[in-house]
């Protein structure tokens, strides 16, 4: 069974920077196209970042701020936010695939 396991989380000031981890277990032959999403209450998930064969894409959001990279051996995705600001505040979550994991919260204070 795939299982997606989120650390890194937190509470940070405005312009500070966190770093999220997400590793992947039970079967996985590959982990392109794993990412990150984020939701806020209330709203539906959106997209941050995802891991592709050749970099990385990313919402318009996070864009020179966040940067996504990634460790085939370990099947894991690093989310390097830096710059944080209050609007990134939300409930962050791995994705690949089908697949969710249990989401991991941030909190920006200004």
């Known amino acids: 069974q795939v299982q997606l396991v989120e650390s890194g989380g937190g509470l940070v000031q405005a312009g500070g920077s966190l770093r999220l981890s997400c590793v992947a277990s039970g079967g996985i032959f590959s982990i392109d196209g794993m990412g990150w999403f984020r939701q806020y209450p209330g709203k539906e998930r959106e997209f941050v970042a995802i891991s592709t064969w050749n970099g990385g894409r990313y919402g318009d959001s996070v864009k020179g701020r966040f940067t996504i990279s990634r460790d085939n051996a370990k099947k894991m995705v690093v989310l390097q936010m830096n710059n944080l600001k209050p609007e990134d505040t939300a409930e962050y979550y791995c994705?690949?695939?089908?697949?969710w994991g249990q989401g991991t919260q941030v909190t920006v204070s200004s």
């Open positions: 994705i690949l695939g089908m697949y």
